[in-house]
């Protein structure tokens, strides 16, 4: 496929030099409002935020932008519309973010700290500089004729795990259609090695509380013929999964795992992923594989079974020799597409009774997985703009995380939706000292507009 | 064997009904001094139970009474010294007590409330009321000839683990020689039933601790290749032991276990002893067995492996995906006597290390076993005692948790032990609303008369 608007491109290298100054000074306002969602002496910074982000979004030529409330923060969506005919592509950025309270910080977090090529502040890469990036992408497509509609999706709540957006997405569904959405959000694994995660594992969690006593018991009264909840429990960790492996063994927990191909290990594998690096970002001392395909394999397309906490009995130095009436194991698990996370719950939810008679197990929260598009049109688009824009093929890989706002788009939206994110590993996400640069800024507006394009002379959905 | 002096127990009785007032009167001294050895606060209390304690030794006749300074609290020596050539014991109790601070508390602790038969106040059960039984019985032994001489052995560190005891006794053991020793300090299983207890466990505890990484990992971003110590240091609990049963699976364990015979499980049963009233005094809602001489086994003269706490990750409400750094396990065993509390911790420290290398295996505190006369002529000349007082023979038992005092006096005194206890299972034990009764201390002091008697016609030891 060549592109329809080939002189289109010939301009880009000088927009994107062109709007440097004014993508900076933006983008540092938009950094330095503290749009902290989980904290709620920031409740005042969030209008301003939005405000401001609707401000950008009309700047940039946006023929409709609307700050729409939620039951929390609202959500800002700004229209790029060129003719109803054009397909329309969704693009979701959210604005609000982490808090910044670490110690390591060596300047003001909200305030924008231009060093070279690198911007440092909190949120300048989750995920407030992706979004000044499609704005700016966004804009070149619209100013230079691509026959596209580009709809802007400011979320607010991202970090607080987008409580309010599957209801305000249900009633702006119509409002907000389009043909396929761009989420950009993501990390490459390593520096000039593009990334395209096109798939999510879900989670689902449960506690499971067992109690055999009303008090503490002493181990010298009653030891040997009371039970140990915390025992007990902590055997039954040994009964759900090899801990060695982390093989879950509870019968039919792979029933609908689709394991990932031999081809798309060797995609994951060309992100740049090694496992002294991956071990040395996480401060992990040893883990339960160190070959890289099956390390991939683990972290992006195979369930787990985790635990957080086993709760109960004694917990100060040394020991004490009583025996705990109750005890709870905390339990999550990551999913892969096509387990569902209802079925895995009731699933384990029975196989663990069966172990335990007297365990009561609550269901704790859960989040479906997703996979979008490894191959086809949408996925060579892709791929397609990221080599226009880096150089470079990318990767296609998954993540491991769950994000909420995703299923809820495919629910609501049904459309496609391809990762299209520019965070590095050394921007450091949820870090101190978080920070983006122009390189990827500017790499990542070419990428926007050139995928626009890409798409634009796509068929639309029906 | 008949007494050589009968009647001498002819006055007997009348003596106990005769000193009760006496004997309530200096009880109700003794238990209004607050000896908390736990409570720093009660510092200045305890030289003050131990003068008083020691005023009433010099009342009650001992020939020699020192109050001896110890690293901590001291320990109170009283000699009943009759002729170097008759036999000597030495009768064991603390005055040194639990804390009172239960909000089930219906009267002020330290203030002794006779209500009738009874007498409530901390410490009138745990050990004081035992003690000044002991300290009538040997008043009336001396007084009536029998040819005996007693050392009353009283200790004031006795409910923080007795660490001043083995340096003291050791410094002091000619001072404390003596043929046989009296434990007072043990309960009954029920009113009615005399019980002596021939043996105690031992206990070993150590904690493992394991560390996979530098820091929390999000499990969406490591999951499923991340080791987790929570799960490691649970299924090791399998690995262990069967938590069902409780048995424990380490190889060698049980080398050096001698279990109970039939002729002592039926002895055990002799105690009174019912499971109902066991779950319900201790408030267990189900236990590994339920069949009275099985519970008696296991919790009297079999080892267990008891975990008190798996500590380390999230422990808030519901879940939180992180993968812990870090996480220990807390393990005590209890031992039974010829378990050897080294022997046992290094070999199942080498089994820890053969399940997961990378453990560290912290050594916590230990206690040996003890096994006493069972029978033979202590043990008969207690049973002769306690049916003479109580009107039934004793059931020979044993004590389930540990008195690290008893190691120590073997230790150093070379002389055999054996627990003459008068407290009752509704005497509240640390617990609110302690209480002694006259009944038991009337009871107690025509056993200790009738067993200084006993004993006073006893070869001496070599």
Avoid at 31 to 44: L, N
Avoid at 438 to 453: H, L, T
Wanted: one cysteine or more; proline letters at 7%.
């Amino acid at each position: 496929m060549t592109a329809v608007t080939p002189d289109v491109f010939a301009r880009l290298d000088s927009y994107v030099e062109k709007v440097r100054p004014e993508f900076e000074e933006k983008f540092a306002a938009l950094v330095e409002i503290p749009t902290i969602s989980m904290d709620p002496e920031h409740q005042a910074d969030m209008p301003r935020g939005a405000n401001l982000a609707a401000e950008l979004m009309r700047e940039a030529g946006a023929s409709e932008v609307d700050v729409i409330p939620t039951d929390g923060n609202p959500v800002i969506l700004g229209k790029f519309i060129t003719d109803p005919s054009h397909p329309t592509v969704t693009i979701y950025n959210h604005m609000d973010v982490q808090p910044a309270q670490e110690p390591e910080w060596t300047r003001e977090p909200f305030k924008f700290d231009k060093q070279g090529d690198r911007y440092f502040g909190r949120g300048t890469t989750d995920d407030k500089g992706p979004g000044m990036t499609a704005l700016y992408g966004a804009r070149y497509a619209i100013e230079n004729g691509i026959p596209i509609n580009i709809n802007l999706l400011w979320e607010m709540e991202e970090e607080i795990g987008s409580p309010s957006f599957d209801k305000f997405l249900k009633a702006n569904a119509a409002r907000a259609a389009c043909d396929s959405i761009i989420v950009s959000d993501t990390e490459w694994i390593a520096r000039g090695c593009p990334a395209i995660p096109y798939g999510l594992r879900g989670v689902q969690g449960l506690t499971v509380h067992l109690e055999t006593a009303a008090t503490d018991v002493h181990s010298g009264t009653a030891g040997g013929a009371a039970r140990n909840p915390i025992a007990e429990l902590g055997a039954l960790v040994n009964d759900c999964m090899d801990v060695k492996t982390g093989r879950v063994k509870i019968p039919g927990f792979y029933k609908d795992v689709v394991p990932p191909t031999k081809k798309e290990i060797d995609s994951f594998l060309k992100s740049g992923f090694t496992v002294k690096h991956f071990k040395q970002a996480l401060g992990l001392k040893k883990m339960r594989t160190e070959k890289a395909p099956e390390v991939l394999k683990r972290i992006f397309a195979m369930p787990t079974f985790e635990i957080h906490g086993l709760v109960g009995g004694y917990t100060g130095p040394g020991v004490k020799t009583v025996i705990p009436p109750r005890a709870e194991l905390k339990i999550t698990m990551r999913l892969v597409p096509k387990q569902k996370a209802e079925k895995i719950f009731k699933l384990v939810s029975k196989f663990i009774k069966s172990k335990i008679k007297d365990v009561v197990i609550k269901k704790e929260g859960s989040l479906e997985a997703y996979l979008g598009p490894f191959s086809g049109p949408l996925a060579d688009a892709g791929r397609r703009a990221m080599k226009f824009a880096f150089g470079k093929d990318p990767a296609f890989t998954r993540e491991g995380g769950s994000i909420g706002a995703v299923v809820t788009m495919e629910k609501y939206l049904k459309a496609p939706i391809l990762f299209l994110g520019l965070s590095l590993p050394e921007h450091g996400y949820h870090a101190p000292n978080e920070n983006f640069d122009w390189e990827q800024a500017s790499g990542g507006i070419k990428m926007f507009a050139k995928y626009f394009d890409e798409i634009s002379r796509m068929p639309r959905k029906k």
